[in-house]
């Protein structure tokens, strides 16, 4: 018991002394992240909603795109999600390594912050 109370003070003391500002930076990167999950899982969610034909690679542009305007946090989020999306992709479902490139263009094109619409079908309703 003795042994966990000091140990509880001195994480205490050591945070009260620790760097304020690299704290606050990692709190934004985490709360970036988790932002960033919210808005491919929108994005995602959406695609499901519109059911539209030829609309997967501007859902994966948006979602990659909202995330990466959230900053770093948001960003590493769209990376590591459509990295494994498309690794399960190519590898489980069998819909072949020319989607899976296609698909990862269209990620790396919106978490770079360009107009996801490029990708945008036409007939697609104004709501997404």
């Not at 992240?33 to 959406?46: C, E, K, L, S, T």
Request: net charge positive; charged share 30%.
């Amino acid at each position: 018991m003795r042994l966990w109370v000091c140990i509880a003070l001195l994480s205490i003391v050591l945070c009260a002394s620790a760097d304020r500002p690299a704290l606050v930076r990692a709190g934004q990167f985490v709360r970036d992240a988790v932002g960033g999950a919210r808005d491919m899982y929108r994005a995602y969610r959406d695609m499901r909603e519109a059911n539209y034909k030829g609309a997967d690679k501007y859902f994966h542009a948006r979602g990659n795109y909202d995330a990466a305007r959230r900053g770093p946090g948001g960003a590493w989020a769209a990376k590591v999600i459509s990295d494994a999306r498309e690794y399960w992709q190519s590898s489980v479902s069998g819909r072949g390594h020319e989607d899976t490139r296609a698909d990862q263009e269209a990620n790396a094109w919106g978490r770079s912050g360009r107009d996801p619409n490029r990708y945008r079908p036409a007939g697609l309703p104004r709501k997404y």
